[in-house]
C-alpha cells in the first residue's frame, strides 16, 4: 500500500485488462475489476479517465464509502508520490466540518446557554457508540428489513441504550451511562443528544425498530404498574432481554380513544381481553404489550400490561418504511391476565395513563425528525458541492441555493424552539409540563414535521433522479423522502397536534384582554 507512483506511470495503463487510474492521490488497479464494475466497464476507458486522475468523475458518480468497503479498499496499488489524500471519513466520535450539518453548540467558535462540557463529552461517547453500532445495523436493516441483531441490541443495552431513552428518572438509579454521566444529572438535555445522534446513524425505521416500543410502552410501567410487576418485567426489558409494543390504536379508532373497541372483563381475579390492535410498533417481536382496554359500559378506559402468550397473535404490516420497525397488527382471542399485578393505574384512569406519555413521546419525535433534517441538510450541502453541471457546481445555480436557504432556515428554527422546550422540561415539574408544555409541543411537532415533509421535496429537487433511487448518492434522501410523513402520523397527527396548541393557548386568553 505503501507503494509510490507518478501520473506518467499511471498513465501507461489504459487499456482493457490493464487499468490503473487516480481517485484523491491514491492509485487504483481496475484491470480485472473494470469487467464487474457496476456502472459498466466502457466508461472507464474513457480518455479522461483511464490511466488519469479520475477524482471528480468519481465523486459526482459514488459515495465516498464506496471507495472505503473492503472489497474496493483492496482495489489500491499505491499512492501518487508526494500527494496526500484529501478526503476521508470521519473518525469515531467526529463532528461534521460541513456548515449546518452540526447544532451551533458543537460547532467551534459558538457558544450555547443550555450544554455543558460534560454534555458534549457524552455526545462524543453516544457518537462514537453509534456511528459503529447503529450505523453499520442501519445498512444492513433499512436493505432487507430485518430485525435488530441480538449483538447490536447487546451492544447498546450495555450502554443502557432503552433507560437513556425514557429520560431522566429513577430507571437510571445505579446505572453508569456512557461518559460516567451520573444517573442524577442525567437531563433531558442528555436525552436530546442521544434522540440527535439516533437519527444521525439510524434510518427511520431503524430508530423505530430500535426499542421505541419501549420509549412509550415502558412509562406507564414504571409510573402505574404495581411493584410486584416492575420487580417482574422491568429489569429484563431494561436490559434489553425483552421487549415492549405500545397497544393502544385499532383500525377502528386512533387519537379517538372512546372508539376503541378491544374489551377486557372481569372473570374472578382475572381480566379477560379480547379485540384488535393495529400499526404497534415492535408488535412482531414485543414480549409485552402496554395495552388500552375498553373496560365498562360508561366508556371506561384502562391499561393493562399483556404478555405473549396464548391468545396473542401478531403479523406484520407491510408499511412504507423498513420492517425493521416491527410494525404489527395485533390480536388478542379471550387473553387472561391476572388483573391484580398487570392493570397499570386505576381501573378506569386509563386515559390518564395514556395522557401522561404523550407530551415525552412528541418531543422524541420532534429530537429525531429534527435531527434527520439536519443530515439532509447536510446531504445537499455536499452534494450540491461535488456536482458539475453545465460545467460548474450545482451550487453555481441560484434555485439550488434557494432551496438550500429554506432548508437550512427550518432546521436552524426547530433546533432552537426543541432547545427552548428542552430547557423548559429540565426546569419543570412533571404537573408543569403537563400544564404548560403540552400546546408549544404540539406545536413543535407540527412545525418539525411540516418542515421535514418540505424539506424532503427541495433535497428531492436538489437531487434529482438520485433521491429516487435506494442506494447510491441519495439514497439518505429517498429514505427520508419515502419516511419523514412517519413523523407527521406517530404520536398524534400533525394537524391534531397544530390545533391542540392554539386550543390551549384559546383556554389560557386572559378575559381581560381586547385589541
Ligand atoms: C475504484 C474505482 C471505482 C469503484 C470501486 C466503483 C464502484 C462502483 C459501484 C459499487 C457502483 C454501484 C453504485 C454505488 O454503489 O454507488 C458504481 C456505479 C457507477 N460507477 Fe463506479 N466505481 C469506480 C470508478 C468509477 C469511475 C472512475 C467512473 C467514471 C467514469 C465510474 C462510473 C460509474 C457509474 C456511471 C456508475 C453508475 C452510477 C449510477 O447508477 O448512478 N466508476 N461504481
Known sequence: MSKSFSYEDVAKHTKEGDLWLVI???????????????????????????????????????????????????????????????IRAPAPGETSGVPYAEPTWLCEGYYSPYYTEGHRAFQKAVRTLFMEVVAPESARCEADGSRISEEVTRKLSDANFLPMRLGPGKHLKGRTLL???????????????????????????????LQNGGVIGVPPILNYGVQELQDAVLPD??????????????????????????????????????GTKKWITNGTFADYFTTGCKTGTDGGFTMILIPRGPGVET?????????????????????????????????????????????????????????????????CLKWANQRMVFGKPLNAQAVIRAKLARMISRVEGSQNWLESVTY????????????????????????????????????????????????????????????????????????????????????????????
Open 24 to 86: 484523491d492521490s491514491k492509485v487504483y488497479d481496475l484491470s480485472r475489476f473494470a469487467k464487474m464494475h457496476p456502472g459498466g466497464a466502457n466508461l472507464l476507458y474513457a480518455p479522461a479517465v483511464a490511466g488519469r486522475d479520475a477524482t471528480q468523475a468519481f465523486f459526482g458518480l459514488h459515495r465516498h464509502e464506496v471507495l472505503l468497503k473492503p472489497q474496493y479498499a483492496r482495489l489500491q496499488i499505491g499512492s501518487i508520490a508526494g500527494e496526500t489524500e484529501q
Open 179 to 209: 461518559s460516567g454521566v451520573k444517573p442524577e444529572e442525567y437531563d433531558y438535555f442528555h436525552e436530546l443528544i442521544v434522540n440527535n445522534e439516533l437519527a444521525r446513524f439510524g434510518g427511520r425505521g431503524v430508530i423505530d425498530g
Open 237 to 274: 426489558i431494561l436490559d434489553g432481554k425483552k421487549f415492549v409494543a405500545l397497544a393502544i390504536s385499532e383500525a377502528f379508532a386512533g387519537s379517538d380513544v372512546a372508539g376503541l373497541q378491544t374489551t377486557a372483563v372481569r372473570d374472578g381475579p382475572d381480566w379477560v381481553i379480547t
Open 315 to 379: 403479523k406484520a404490516i407491510k408499511t412504507s418504511y423498513s420492517a425493521t420497525a416491527g410494525t404489527a397488527y395485533v390480536t388478542f382471542d379471550a387473553v387472561r391476565v391476572p388483573a391484580a399485578t398487570h392493570t397499570l393505574g386505576e381501573e378506569g384512569q386509563g386515559l390518564k395513563v395514556i395522557l401522561s406519555n404523550f407530551n415525552h413521546e412528541r418531543w422524541m419525535v420532534c429530537a429525531t425528525a429534527q435531527s434527520a433534517q439536519r443530515v439532509v441538510v447536510e446531504e
Open 424 to 515: 423548559q422540561m429540565n426546569n419543570m415539574t412533571y404537573a408543569e409540563v403537563s400544564s404548560r408544555l403540552a400546546g408549544p409541543i404540539g406545536l413543535l411537532k407540527q412545525y418539525i414535521t411540516k418542515n421535514g415533509r418540505d424539506t424532503a421535496e427541495d433535497a428531492t429537487q436538489v437531487f434529482g433522479g438520485r433521491a429516487l433511487t435506494q442506494g447510491g448518492m441519495g439514497k439518505v434522501i429517498e429514505n427520508f423522502h419515502r419516511t419523514s410523513g412517519f413523523d407527521a402520523i406517530l404520536a398524534g397527527a400533525e394537524d391534531v397536534l397544530g390545533d391542540l396548541g392554539v386550543r390551549q393557548a384559546i383556554k389560557k386568553m386572559p378575559t381581560n384582554t381586547r385589541l
